[in-house]
């Protein structure tokens, strides 16, 4: 149930120590917090996040203490195609 994963969740980020890596589905979960924080701030100043924001979830933002090196296939091609798009 939704209540069981909430406890559940509680009880883990209650036990994590700061700057720990989290398991994958916390990450995506602390993304998706971030994500929509985001677009709550876009939001205020009068942007459409559905329109005007994308959250590209980038590979060289892995959430390490160093991220990655931007890789060109990988990090550099969907801005250059959202870009194109526009």
């Known amino acids: 149930t939704v209540a069981a994963r909430c406890v559940e969740a509680a009880a883990y980020f209650e036990a994590r120590a700061p700057g720990l890596r989290d398991e994958p589905r916390y990450q995506r ?3 998706a917090l971030r994500e929509f924080e985001a677009d709550v701030l876009w939001g205020y100043f009068g942007f459409r996040p559905s329109i ?13 203490l160093f991220t990655e090196e931007p890789q060109l296939d990988r990090d550099v091609a969907p801005i250059a195609a ?3 798009d526009r």
């Open 52 to 64: 005007a924001v994308r959250h590209l979830r980038l590979g060289f933002y892995q959430g390490k």
């Open 82 to 84: 959202l870009l194109r």
């Open 29 to 31: 979960f602390k993304g």
